[in-house]
Each structure stands twice: as C-alpha cells, then as structure tokens.
C-alpha cells in the first residue's frame, strides 16, 4: 500500500512537472526572443489565417454563429458563415471562450492550457519513469516553435495536444482475454482487470479519431490504429465488438466531414488539394480517372527532388519548409526501426502503435508531395513532427539514440538559423501599431453597423482586399494591407478575403457592404469616384469604403 502511495504521489508530481513545461518554454523563449510578454501581441503576427480563426470564435461565442460570410473572393458555405476550415478545429477554443471570454490574448492562454493538459495527460496514461520525463522535456524543448505556436491563433496546438493523448491511449492498452500471461491461476482475474481498462482506451481511441478526422480529414488513418489492436484481442465476440464499434465510427466521421465540407465551408481561392484526379473518374470515365491517378503517382519522382531541394535551402538559405520535410523523413525512419525491432522481440501492441505511427507519417509525407504544393503543405507536417519528437522516448531503450540525431538538426535548423524565420519570430506590436489600432477601434465601432435581423448577410460582412497595385516612384508596386488592423471590426462580423484583382475586375457588382483596400492603390481611385460607395475612414495603408 505504501509502495502503491509513493508511486501515485510520483506519477502527480511527474505529470505536473511536464504540465508546467509549456508556461516556462514560453516565458524563455520570449525572453530570448528580446519581446517581454507584455509586448506580444496578434496585432504583430505575420499569420493572416489567425484574423478568420479569431474572428470565427468570436462570432459563435457572441451569437451562436458569425452574422457575416467568411470565404474568399465572396465565397460562402451554403450553409451559416465558416471559411474553408472545419469549425470542428475550434471548438476547444469555443468552449473556453464561451467560460472565461475571449480577447486578443485568449488563445495564447488556452493553448498553453490544452498543452500542458497533454503533457500532464501522457504521463498519467503511460506512467513513464524520471528518466523518460526528462527526455520528453528534451523533447518538446528540442522544436524551437512551440512558444510561436502557443502565441498564435492557429490550432496547431489543439491537434498536437490530441495527438499525444491518442498515441499515449494506445500505448497503455494492455493484453487481455488471454494475450500476455495466460497461465496461472490469477490470469483471469488479471485479464478482467485489462479488459475493463481497455474497453475505456478503446472508446477514447474512437472517439479522438473521431475528432481529428473531423479537425484534418486525412487523419482518418487514426483509426487504423485501435482496429489493429482489436485484432489482438482474444474472443470472437469482443474482437468482433470492437472491429463494429470502430468501423460504425470511422463511417460516422466520414459521413459528419462530408456534411461538414459540403455545407460549413466556403471555396477557398483555388483547390487546396489536386483533385485532378477525382474530377476525371467522375467527368471522364474510370479509365480516364486511372491515367489521371497514375500521372499523379508517376510525379513522386518529380516532386521528391523538389523535396530534396527545399531540405537543401532549409541549410542554405534559412527556409523552415526544409527543415519540416526533414525532421519528417528522420521520424519515419526512426519509427519504422523501432516498430520492426519490437516486432521482432514480440512485442507486437508496443511494435503496431509505434509502426502505425511511422506509416501515417509516412502517408501525410506522400500526400502533401502529391496533392500539395511543397512551401503550403510543408506545415501540415507538424501534425506528426512534434507529438513524434515527444512521443521518442517511449519506443524502447537507449532513448538518446533516437533523441541525438533529432536534436542536431534541431539546433542547426530551428536555433541556430531561427532569426531568419520572420515567419516564427514572436508576433509583437509597437506604439505605431497600437495607435493605428485605436483610431480604426473606433471608426468601425461607429461605421459598421450589424444587422442581427439578417444572419448571415453580405450586409454584415467586410470584404478585406488582401492586396492592390500602388503607384510608386513612375513604377506600380503590388501591397499588402494592413489586415491586422481587421481584428477591430465588431464581433459577429463577417470577413471575406478577396484578391485585388477579383475586386477590381467586380468593382460594379460587389456584393458585401463594407470594403477595407490599400490606401492609395488602384481600388481605392476607383471607389472614391464612384457614386455607390462612401469613403469613411483612412489610416495607414488601409482606408474604408462603405456601400450607399
């Protein structure tokens, strides 16, 4: 009993030690970085995905939904106001929002909350050693952008946070109903105690694979994971109970994406995927479809050079995209050596969770070489690089084997060259900034007017041109808006991002009421002379049009 005591209190003790990891990186690494962190600020962040995300929250915290249509070009979900994202991915944010509130600084606190969560969860599903908690510490503590990825408003934080509770479920699933000890007259006792233990894990898997293919659709490769296991389980009717349970799942969570991509988010630019290949099964015939799937295929060739390419940059030329393609590749490789070597010591729950780990890896590589471009798809990488750097120190012995190599190119790429990376340097605002802020605070609090009897309505929704043609110097220049300024447009607004061109090419049919466009471009001498639209407010590189 006392034995049992000590080791409680140690498992507590050890859980709280990786729960304060994420606050403490944080605090380091914006030390470091030279910004306090009273200075960050998503006002400075260089992410524009963050504007929709925060916006989105906002507007289904206040109102159950957004009053105004996000999408692009003035696309729209046919159904409420989302943008080309799930709004499954958001729902941990909603739900802490909706509880404690929701301002400029919220994200980064509960992102910071759902990581040290994980960390603290692992430790309590796997029972690691102090050995181990040391080498998960290095771990997480080895990818230089979990601080950047904790001050953001990306749910990068959210997935990788589920990750880890998935893979350590999986890991603490134990032999029952007769795998493992089988002799004895305890075993079936034992075995009970497994069994009721599993069936927990088991519902646990399902459900997380539920949320993650919700989240990113590619990870319904999660599922391949508790249907293997359940195949090792002994008895016909509990094998085959599992197996239904997760196959009813799996087709639950296609069925609620499809719904979910069908009417809850709006085209985005182009395609996100090359869907080619789809297009012509359906548009031109099977064999059409095939040569279209096998040209595909035949590109990996191809687009593996440019693979190797971009890894060549991330040493030579500081690019991040680089040094993600690589660390994938060494997970991979790093998984697929162990999982073989457990398979080999007959270890085979231990071998399958940490192979199945290395194969969907694996597939997210390949599925970004072929239906991404490389720059873009690069960051869907992360999904497996960092829960794989945490998660190192479980498949075996003689963890700093695997650890070593990880963390040199870790250094080199991620510490080392990180200044370069203006992309991952911490997002902080400045005097100018706040200043322009307050004045566009309150021109659109007294502009923009919404109107909940129309929900959701072009009325309630700003169009934000992301970039227009300036004449400068004799010559014309392409720029940017300022977009962050877009963070002061009142709740429960709609944003749609539009491309300066689409714009101007739509300029007598426009069909939102607000629209944000740079300041002295080509779109702003068109809407000043126009008799439809009234100029309301100018600052910065950004001025407000509102339609009469």
């Avoid at 003035?74 to 799930?86: D, I, N, T, V």
């Avoid at 690691?128 to 290095?138: C, E, F, G, M, R």
């Avoid at 890991?171 to 029952?176: M, N, S, T």
């Avoid at 105690?193 to 989240?215: D, E, F, H, P, Q």
């Amino acid at each position: 009993m006392n034995s049992l005591r000590k080791s409680d209190k140690s498992i507590f003790l050890k859980a709280a030690v990786l729960a304060l990891l994420p606050l403490l990186n944080c605090i380091i690494f914006s030390l470091v970085s030279g910004h306090a962190s009273g200075r960050i600020s998503l006002l400075g962040s260089t992410w524009n995905d963050e504007l929709f995300y925060f916006k989105q929250v906002e507007g289904i915290i206040k109102g159950g939904y957004p009053f105004g249509y996000f999408g692009f070009n003035e696309s729209h979900a046919l159904k409420l106001s989302f943008a080309a994202w799930s709004p499954v991915l958001a729902i941990p944010w909603v739900f802490f929002g909706k509880i404690f509130g929701w301002t400029y600084i919220s994200p980064f606190i509960y992102n910071c909350i759902f990581y040290s969560a994980a960390l603290a969860g692992l430790v309590l599903l796997t029972k690691p050693d102090w050995k181990k908690v040391l080498y998960i510490a290095i771990g997480y503590s080895l990818f230089a952008l979990n601080a950047r990825y904790i001050y953001s408003c990306m749910p990068e934080v959210i997935i990788w946070s589920a990750m880890l509770i998935f893979y350590g479920t999986a890991a603490g699933i134990k032999a029952g109903q007769g795998i493992g000890n089988t002799k004895g007259k305890n075993s079936g006792k034992n075995n009970g105690k497994n069994n009721g233990k599993n069936n927990g894990r088991y519902a646990t898997l399902y459900i997380m694979s539920v949320l993650l293919t919700l989240m990113r659709p590619y990870l319904i490769v999660m599922f391949l994971l508790p249907l293997s296991l359940a195949f090792l389980e002994k008895g016909r009717k509990r094998k085959a109970g599992l197996l239904a349970a997760g196959c009813g799942a799996g087709l639950f969570a296609v069925v609620i994406y499809a719904l979910i991509s069908r009417f809850l988010t709006a085209k985005y630019f182009t395609s996100i995927y090359n869907t080619a290949w789809l297009h012509a099964f359906k548009n031109e015939g099977f064999a059409a479809g095939l040569r279209e799937t096998g040209k595909i295929i035949a590109s990996i060739g191809v687009k593996s050079l440019d693979v190797f390419y971009r890894i060549k940059l991330a040493f030579t030329a500081h690019q991040p995209d680089g040094a993600f393609y690589l660390l994938q590749i060494m997970i991979i490789i790093i998984f697929t050596v162990s999982g073989l070597i457990l398979f080999k010591r007959r270890k085979t729950r231990e071998a399958l969770v940490w192979t199945h780990f290395a194969l969907a890896a694996l597939a997210l590589l390949l599925a970004v070489m072929l239906l991404y471009k490389p720059v873009e798809g690069s960051k869907h990488l992360l999904t497996f690089i960092v829960p794989g750097i945490i998660l190192l120190p479980f498949i075996g012995k003689k963890e700093h084997v695997r650890i070593i190599p990880i963390a040199v190119v870790c250094i080199i790429l991620l510490y080392v060259k990180l200044p370069g990376y203006g992309d991952f340097v911490l997002p902080h605002g400045d005097s100018k900034t706040v200043e322009s802020f307050e004045y566009w605070e309150e021109c659109f609090d007294r502009e923009l007017v919404l109107d909940k009897g129309k929900k959701p309505s072009y009325d309630n929704t700003v169009i934000w041109v992301y970039n227009d043609t300036v004449n400068e110097d004799g010559g014309e220049t392409v720029v940017t808006s300022d977009w962050q300024m877009l963070y002061a447009v009142p709740e429960g607004f709609g944003i749609n991002c539009c491309m300066g061109d689409y714009v101007y090419e739509n300029s007598g049919s426009i069909n939102s009421k607000y629209i944000c466009t740079v300041s002295g471009g080509r779109l702003d001498e068109i809407f000043a002379g126009s008799e439809s639209w009234v100029m309301a407010g100018r600052n910065g590189d950004l001025v407000l049009y509102i339609k009469k």
